[in-house]
């Protein structure tokens, strides 16, 4: 199935080529040997918890929050 993009660069999928509803999140990635736009679905149903173990930093590595608020500079 071929694809063209209209005038404000959007691509239109058929319906009968994919099951997506509208809201559904992807990621796309340009593969420069293929020459070719590859969509993966962004699973919704993320557990917040695996995303915070994946994390690179540990969360006692982080600075402290400050308690007061942003002091405003006079211009």
């Known amino acids: 199935m071929i694809l063209t993009l209209d005038a404000k660069r959007r691509l ?6 994919v099951p997506a509803k ?7 990635e340009f593969d420069p040997e293929e020459d070719a736009i590859i969509f993966r679905r962004i699973s919704r149903q993320s557990n917040w918890l695996d995303v915070l173990k994946s994390c690179p930093v540990s969360m006692d590595d982080l600075p402290p929050r400050r308690r007061e608020p942003k002091k405003r500079l006079k211009l």
């Not at 239109?12 to 080529?17: C, K, Q």
């Not at 509208?22 to 796309?28: E, I, L, N, T, V």
């Open 12 to 17: 239109s999928v058929p319906a009968s080529l």
């Open 22 to 28: 509208p809201g559904d999140a992807f990621k796309a």
